[in-house]
């Protein structure tokens, strides 16, 4: 038996509608967990009392409403029914196909954290959970949504009460605690499951709304948990996997990736090791240097991403122009392909385009820390680096917008060359990259 644990934002508008369908799609497994929702957020109550849940009002917060994961984590292995638990993030459904996952994951009989990379689509409405639900999802999923890139992250945590035995003060939903949940439980010798090849968690992809203290605070928040975690935890992610789970079964992981992870973190756990290991990691840095520039030599999207973060402060915001367009040698939604590039790393975007077509497929299909803007001029006044990505005279307007001549200087990078003109002074740090 499972005990589901969650920390859910309020209840209200296209959040509370998702969160609705995640949670009710908990309620559906079998057998059926336990379920407990952290934080009084509006709503958590009634829902809990609506789905016969298990409500704890009272958690340990960051001054923005952040809960705590020592908090959390530390109560639900202290509190929970069950032995076997799972952290969800509550905008994750959850089908059948996970249970049995678990079933599988078990069958190690060592400890174990399973974690898996998410399908993302857009869902706007409730859910129908009556026969056949989970064939029709399936199906929406397959035909609009995709899963996230490898090696990604987790949205889910399965793992038996126990595990943890020192958890910091991380903000959940802030980026890094899941990367270093996965260095944790390889540092406490715990196999490590990647389920994403066996089981469909559907992310509903969001913006944040809900969240009322501004992206800047968002990204000082995500610095704040990166400075507590650290750049050798900070480093882990699903390649640190000690094995995966897909339809064929469970097998060790295999492969030059995981090879190199394998030798890249071994010297985190065991420091005798780091010396003898010097050769063989200097070897793998310059292999991934030499296949990093083979990477930005085919994809300009890379380089720009490069570029930007290059110039972007510790707490700094991108904004987007134009979802469109980026070169002439290159066709699609760049500008969108590259918002989304920047979402996956945690970097809060901006993105504003004055066709209604193009920011709904924006809407559709981008989550995390997002704004969709609906000015230039809101953009210019909120944002540290601004990309043109498509060659619209509206977005001339910066030329002649009082705050993109501020202090620090905003940062203009222009792949149109639509403002090479008008902003070749001084007052703003203004970058053509057609000449790069």
Not at 24 to 33: A, F, G
Not at 87 to 101: C, E, G, K, Q
Not at 135 to 164: C, H, I, M, T
């Amino acid at each position: 038996m499972l005990s589901l644990f969650a920390t859910p934002k309020p209840f209200r508008g296209h959040i509370g509608t998702i969160q609705r369908n995640a949670i009710t799609s908990w309620t559906t497994l079998r057998p059926r967990p336990e379920i407990i929702l952290f934080g009084n957020e509006p709503g958590a109550a009634e829902i809990c009392g609506e789905l016969g849940l298990r409500h704890v009002p009272t958690v340990t917060c960051n001054e923005s409403g952040a809960p705590l994961l020592s908090d959390v984590f530390g109560r639900a292995q202290q509190d929970a029914v069950h032995d076997l638990l799972c952290y969800v993030n509550a905008d994750i459904i959850l089908t059948s196909d996970f249970p049995r996952a678990i079933e599988e994951t078990r069958k190690l009989n060592r400890g174990f954290l399973m974690v898996g990379r998410v399908w993302r689509v857009r869902i706007e409405q409730s859910l129908d959970f009556h026969d056949g639900w989970e064939a029709r999802l399936r199906k929406y999923v397959l035909e609009r949504g995709e899963q996230a890139p490898p090696p990604g992250n987790s949205d889910y945590f399965v793992f038996p009460r126990g595990l943890w035995t020192s958890l910091p003060p991380l903000a959940l939903g802030r980026g890094w605690w899941d990367p270093w949940m996965v260095f944790e439980a390889r540092r406490l010798k715990a196999a490590v499951v990647d389920a994403s090849g066996f089981v469909m968690a559907v992310h509903q992809n969001h913006d944040q709304s809900s969240y009322q203290y501004g992206l800047r605070a968002w990204r000082r928040e995500i610095h704040r948990n990166y400075e507590l975690v650290g750049k050798k935890a900070g480093s882990f992610c699903l390649w640190d996997a000690t094995h995966l789970l897909t339809s064929a079964g469970l097998r060790p992981t295999r492969g030059i990736r995981y090879f190199s992870r394998r030798v890249d973190s071994l010297s985190a756990f065991y420091p005798r090791l780091s010396l003898p290991l010097q050769l063989p990691k200097q070897a793998i840095a310059v292999a991934r240097a030499l296949r990093q520039a083979i990477k930005a030599s085919r994809n300009p999207l890379y380089r720009l991403a490069r570029l930007v973060n290059s110039k972007l402060p510790p707490d700094g915001i991108v904004a987007i122009l134009g979802l469109d367009y980026l070169s002439e040698n290159q066709k699609g939604p760049g500008g969108l392909r590259l918002a989304d590039g920047f979402l996956m790393g945690g970097t809060p975007v901006m993105v504003y385009d004055p066709r209604e077509p193009l920011m709904k497929k924006a809407q559709d299909e981008l989550g995390g820390p997002v704004e969709f803007a609906k000015s230039v001029d809101e953009c210019v006044r909120e944002a540290d680096v601004i990309v043109i990505a498509a060659p619209l005279e509206e977005f001339r307007s910066i030329a002649t917008c009082p705050a993109a001549r501020r202090s620090p200087r905003c940062v203009v990078i222009d792949c149109c060359a639509l403002l090479e003109r008008e902003l070749s002074g001084d007052d703003i740090h203004y970058i053509s990259w057609r000449e790069r």
